[in-house]
């Protein structure tokens, strides 16, 4: 049921399939001299605004057991909430927008709210749950800006039908180029100008125009530096636990940090690579206690972890 686009929430799918399909139409442009218009949406609190009544008129479109949908309106429904300020509780009202955070079939019930969105011939959507992105491609910028307002028109009458607000503000677009260009499509959405950014963060990987991985792997070593400096206590040389149990501190905090979308910014210049090496080297002569004179290929192999490289 759930459209191809859609990566969300569905078996052997992950943030980094949908990545890899998105950085691959744009390395394809590349190779072909295009450049790539990239307009990544910003929708607000995306599960607490569905529109009840128009998610039941959808799950009846899609065909739902009788019993099945009784006890999904049931669920959606007969929700209420109160307000409590110190020791006063105000009266119950009920919920009239909204899935409940975190519940189990909640993600399902979004992905089938959203299954309809506009889809056109002439550009890529990517979905991830609420994440989404629209890409178009050409050598010619005129043409990408025709494609990407065409969608984003549907976009903006969809958006308005089913109740799903955009944050224009928030909303982000990069043009991926490989060479300089003095000319960049004009996009609007709401009758607003999307102002042209120099990179834009899509499900945890910043993207810049030449698609060069330097500030995203800048941003990693940021972010495993400061997870390291709370962990020292644990990892250090004369931390009480045992080697075991540092390197599964490791394993399970710090190595995602630097491994979460590798296939999509591997081919980031070597020496790119190379720093979060470094780091990563440190960290795990630490662990071990290692002597100045241990190699660290020699280090990896004792301890079954893979390079970077």
Not at 74 to 80: A, D, G, H, N, T
Not at 183 to 199: A, D, E, G, L
Not at 233 to 250: F, G, H, T
Request: hydrophobic residues 40%; aromatic residues 10%.
């Amino acid at each position: 049921i759930l459209c191809l686009e859609q990566f969300g929430f569905r078996k052997s799918l992950t943030t980094t399939h949908q990545l890899l399909r998105v950085v691959e139409y744009i390395t394809s442009g590349f190779e072909k001299g295009e450049c790539t218009g990239a307009v990544f949406l910003d929708v607000q609190k995306a599960f607490d605004r569905v529109w009840i009544q128009g998610l039941i008129h959808k799950l009846i479109g899609y065909k739902t057991p009788p019993h099945l949908l009784q006890l999904l309106k049931s669920y959606l429904e007969e929700r209420k909430f109160a307000v409590k300020i110190g020791n006063s509780i105000s009266e119950a009202k009920i919920m009239r927008a909204g899935i409940p955070q975190g519940g189990k079939i909640s993600p399902v019930l979004y992905s089938l709210y959203v299954n309809d969105i506009p889809k056109t011939h002439k550009t890529l959507l990517g979905m991830y749950a609420d994440d989404t992105a629209i890409l178009a491609k050409n050598k010619n910028h005129k043409y990408t800006a025709a494609a990407l307002n065409q969608h984003l028109a549907k976009l903006d009458d969809w958006f308005l039908k089913w109740k799903i607000a955009l944050n224009v503000n928030k909303t982000e677009a990069v043009y991926f180029a490989k060479g300089r260009r003095k000319h960049k499509p004009i996009v609007k959405i709401k009758n607003q100008t999307i102002t042209w950014s120099q990179q834009a963060k899509y499900l945890g990987v910043i993207l810049d125009e030449k698609l060069t991985w330097k500030n995203h792997i800048t941003t990693i070593k940021t972010k495993f530096r400061a997870a390291s400096r709370k962990l020292f206590p644990l990892i250090a040389r004369d931390s009480e636990m045992n080697r075991k149990y540092k390197l599964l501190v490791y394993t399970a905090i710090l190595r995602p940090i630097i491994t979460y979308g590798c296939p999509i910014w591997g081919a980031a210049a070597n020496s790119n690579i190379r720093m979060l090496e470094i780091l990563e080297n440190n960290i795990i002569r630490l662990i071990c206690k290692a002597g100045w004179y241990m190699r660290n290929e020699d280090i990896r192999n004792a301890i079954k972890l893979i390079s970077l490289k």
